[in-house]
């Protein structure tokens, strides 16, 4: 009955009058009986189905209820909405948007770039690395060329510069979506290399640069907290088409010493007798193995008025690795507070910052055994431990600059002792107390980059002339130059007994020198001397 109804309603042909016609006309007692006598085709749901639209709009089934007078043209509009959307997904192609870029569309346009040069650069130094803490390092010296190859002839270039900044992101800024509160870069060096126009002829043509990195500037790195990276950027301004511009990275790293002996640590925990000597490195790398010895003194105590012996067992000891960050997010212009009288007058407004700081374990592991005990009067637990650092913790070095931003990492040590006791005359007889407790250390640790074969480059330079000794040494020769009359009296002899008196004389502190003998000069050559002395 009621998909009857739905064909009735869903008939394109009638309108209003028609329905409520047809609904007069079944009410009536003489439309019924007529229509009990003469054959309908909707006499079965199967009919209707067999049957097509036409058939069903020319030949209305039974009546419907009145209520149900609202749904025709809930129906048809339905309908008129799927036909409208039929024919609509036709022309959907045919629109349309100007400013609206579909996710096939390009959203970032590529630079345009010009055909006539282009630019590149060479570095000649070897990897910038600071050799020493921010005290007493020299800092990093970067070199290099730029390359400007110029593809056609008479090239007109209006300036030529270059720059390089320390480019600090704050992941988590002062205030979120602002990018001048998440970006701050700071100008280390600049180079003008081109500051007039210029007209460059076909070739490569070479502009050297260098600059020496500061000892105290922090080194490179990348985190959860902040970012720090040295930007050098250049920029070549041309009179026809577009400029070339060059951006490049620098890595700068840092390398701290390594120690020749580990480091000893002596803890006590009160009100235990239990004290721990402890050797371990100071300075550990990414992706390494490192070793740390440990003892445990003051583990066996003799009670003698109870005639029994109280011993401290190690069950547990497990160590990590710590990495804390911290740094200060400043505040920008417009996020920052506004000076006040009193600021004003003292001409130092405060610098308005969140501080932000971030802990995880970038290592750590558990041990139950691996130990070696000795509970004899004056026992002892040793043990040597391994504790890696693997490339998947993504450990940062250590990083301490002015700005606020500190790296820092510390290796901790925990262990679980309990307390049992024996009679001294049946020492096998242990029985435990009930009294446990958790000794803890930290230590710490410098994590920092290998130095490899380098140097730090004042190492590398050549001595200045200010400290270079006086070379060649100078000789002393004890002749009578007085007592010689002209330059012809003297003659050099290997022989003379003068010489090597002198010789002798000198041989203490260096190498004997030239001994020079005078002669008489015989007439034949007194006139080749003569012939020979310039006037």
């Given at each position: 009955?009621?998909h009857?109804?739905?064909?009735?309603?869903?008939s394109s042909n009638?309108?209003i009058?028609?329905?409520?016609?047809?609904?007069?006309?079944?009410?009536?007692?003489?439309s019924?009986?007529a229509?009990?006598e003469?054959p309908t085709?909707h006499s079965s749901?199967?009919s209707?189905?067999?049957e097509?639209p036409?058939?069903?709009?020319?030949t209305?089934?039974?009546?419907a209820p009145?209520?149900?007078?609202a749904?025709p043209a809930?129906?048809?509009?339905?309908d008129?909405d799927?036909?409208?959307d039929?024919?609509?997904?036709?022309h959907n192609?045919?629109?349309?948007?100007?400013?609206f870029?579909?996710?096939?569309?390009?959203?970032f346009?590529?630079p345009?770039?010009?055909?006539?040069?282009a630019l590149?650069?060479k570095?000649?130094?070897?990897?910038?690395v600071?050799?020493?803490?921010t005290?007493?390092?020299?800092?990093a010296?970067?070199?290099?060329?730029l390359?400007?190859k110029?593809?056609?002839?008479d090239?007109?270039v209006?300036?030529?510069?270059?720059?390089l900044?320390?480019?600090?992101?704050?992941?988590?800024?002062f205030?979120?979506h602002?990018q001048?509160c998440a970006n701050q870069?700071?100008?280390?060096?600049s180079?003008s290399?081109?500051?007039?126009p210029t007209?460059?002829?076909?070739?490569?043509?070479?502009f050297?640069?260098?600059?020496l990195l500061?000892?105290?500037?922090p080194a490179s790195?990348?985190?959860?907290v902040?970012?720090i990276?040295?930007?050098?950027?250049?920029e070549?301004?041309?009179?026809?088409?577009?400029p070339?511009?060059?951006t490049?990275?620098?890595?700068v790293?840092?390398?701290?010493?390594?120690?020749?002996?580990?480091?000893?640590?002596?803890r006590?925990?009160?009100?235990?007798?239990?004290?721990?000597?402890?050797?371990?490195?100071?300075?550990?790398?990414p992706v390494?193995t490192?070793?740390?010895?440990?003892?445990l003194d003051?583990?066996?105590?003799?009670n003698i008025?109870?005639?029994?012996?109280?011993?401290w067992?190690?069950?547990?000891?497990?160590?990590?690795?710590?990495?804390?960050i911290?740094?200060?997010a400043p505040?920008?212009e417009r996020?920052?507070p506004?000076d006040t009288?009193?600021t004003?007058?003292?001409d130092?407004?405060?610098?308005?910052?969140?501080?932000r700081?971030d802990?995880?374990?970038i290592a750590?592991?558990?041990?139950?055994?691996?130990?070696k005990?000795?509970?004899?009067?004056?026992?002892?637990?040793?043990m040597e431990?391994e504790?890696?650092?693997?490339p998947?913790?993504?450990?940062v070095?250590?990083?301490k600059?002015?700005d606020?931003t500190?790296?820092?990492?510390q290796l901790v040590?925990?262990m679980?002792?309990?307390?049992?006791?024996?009679?001294?005359?049946h020492?096998?007889h242990?029985?435990?107390?009930?009294?446990a407790?958790?000794?803890r250390?930290h230590?710490?640790?410098?994590?920092t980059?290998?130095?490899g074969?380098?140097?730090?480059?004042?190492n590398e330079?050549p001595p200045i002339?200010?400290?270079?000794?006086?070379s060649?040494?100078?000789?002393?020769?004890?002749?009578?130059?007085e007592?010689v009359?002209?330059?012809?009296?003297?003659?050099l002899s290997?022989?003379s007994?003068e010489?090597?008196?002198?010789?002798?004389?000198?041989?203490?502190?260096r190498?004997?020198?030239p001994?020079?003998?005078e002669r008489a000069p015989?007439?034949?050559?007194?006139?080749?001397?003569?012939?020979?002395?310039p006037?």
């Open positions: 009955m009621p009857r109804v739905v064909d009735f309603f869903r009638d309108s009058h028609s329905i409520k016609a047809s609904v007069q006309r079944r009410s009536s007692p003489s019924r009986s229509s009990r003469r085709r749901a199967a209707s189905v067999l097509t036409v058939d069903q709009a020319q209305p089934s039974s009546t009145p209520v149900k007078m749904e809930r129906g048809r509009q339905k008129k799927k036909d409208k039929k024919h609509g997904d036709a192609h045919r629109l349309s948007f100007p400013s870029h579909l996710g096939s569309s390009k959203t346009k590529e345009a770039q010009n055909p006539n040069a590149d650069w570095i000649e130094s070897p990897p910038a600071m050799y020493g803490d005290e007493n390092s020299t800092g010296l970067v070199s290099g060329q390359l400007l110029v593809k056609e002839e090239f007109e209006e300036s030529f510069g270059a720059k900044e320390i480019h600090v992101i704050q992941k988590r800024p205030t979120n602002c001048q870069t700071t100008e280390i060096k180079w290399f081109l500051s007039e007209v460059l002829s076909k070739r490569t043509h070479e050297p640069f260098s600059v500061g000892g105290h500037l790195t990348d985190n959860s902040v970012a990276r040295y930007d050098f950027t250049a070549v301004k041309t009179k026809a088409g577009p070339i511009k060059l490049k990275r620098i890595d790293k840092r390398s701290l010493p390594v120690p020749d002996l580990p480091h000893h640590s002596i006590i925990f009160p009100p235990t007798n239990i004290a721990a000597s402890v050797h371990y490195p100071q300075v550990v790398h390494s490192n070793t740390f010895t440990l003892r003051g583990i066996v105590k003799h008025e109870a005639k029994s012996v109280e011993y067992k190690l069950k547990r000891l497990s160590w990590k690795l710590e990495e804390t911290e740094t200060v505040a920008c996020h920052a506004r009288p009193e004003t007058a003292a130092t407004p405060p610098k308005k910052g969140a501080k700081s802990a995880r374990t750590h592991a558990d041990m139950h055994s691996g130990w005990s000795d509970y004899s009067p004056s026992g002892c637990i040793e431990i504790y890696q650092l693997g998947g913790s993504k450990a070095c250590d990083i600059s002015e606020g500190e790296i820092t990492h040590v925990e679980v002792v309990v307390q049992e006791y024996a009679p001294v005359a020492p096998k242990v029985t435990p107390t009930g009294v407790r958790i000794l250390m230590f710490g640790v410098n994590l980059e290998r130095a074969l380098g140097v730090s480059w004042d330079a002339y200010q400290d270079v000794p006086p060649p040494p100078s000789y002393t020769c004890p002749i009578p130059y007592s009359g002209s330059v012809e009296d003297l003659t290997r022989h007994q010489g090597g008196e002198r010789g002798e004389a000198s041989s203490g502190s190498a004997p020198s001994a020079y003998e015989s007439s034949s050559s007194t006139t080749g001397a003569d012939d020979e002395v006037r």
